[in-house]
């Protein structure tokens, strides 16, 4: 496969701190810092914490389908994570999202098919969502919980 997020079908937040006010407080803590999914292309592979590290990238993530959605072009999401900083490039093809970014190791670049793209991230964004309504989060005590809602508006 060119690209897929593999989610931990064991990911679990604990208890609801009532202390928390956004997605990224109630993803930031102890129990979920131990706790990865990974992202996969080509011969690629990255775990990535659900706290620490995509915690404060979910409205990278949302504004980024967004972009799709809106067929913008060319558009940059960066994301804010210090074990997961990255800056891409993306482009929009007919089909095809292009996406480029300076790592460590040299440039890099990969091409996929939009779709999939899509549906790899928004299987990452339902899990989140599913996994915080659990624990008792919604939009009454998260004030950004309306990135999450609504995903199938990215079908």
């Not at 900083?85 to 292009?98: A, L, P």
């Amino acid at each position: 496969m060119e690209f897929e997020i593999i989610i931990n079908p064991n990911f679990k937040i604990g208890i609801r701190d009532p202390e928390d006010t956004t997605i990224s407080e109630a993803l930031d803590n102890r129990h979920v810092n131990n706790q990865h999914f990974t992202m996969k292309w080509h011969d690629t592979s990255l775990r990535i914490n659900y706290g620490t590290q995509i915690a404060d990238g979910i409205s990278d993530v949302v504004k980024m389908l967004e972009a799709i959605k809106k067929r913008e072009e060319r558009f940059v999401v960066t994301f804010p994570s210090q074990a997961f900083f990255e800056t891409w490039i993306c482009k929009i093809g007919k089909c095809d999202i292009n996406i480029n970014w300076d790592s460590r190791d040299g440039y890099e670049s990969i091409t996929m098919k939009t779709d999939l793209f899509i549906k790899e991230w928004l299987k990452l964004l339902q899990q989140l969502r599913q996994v915080l309504r659990e624990t008792g989060y919604n939009g009454t005590n998260l004030v950004d919980f309306d990135l999450l809602e609504n995903l199938e508006r990215f079908h």
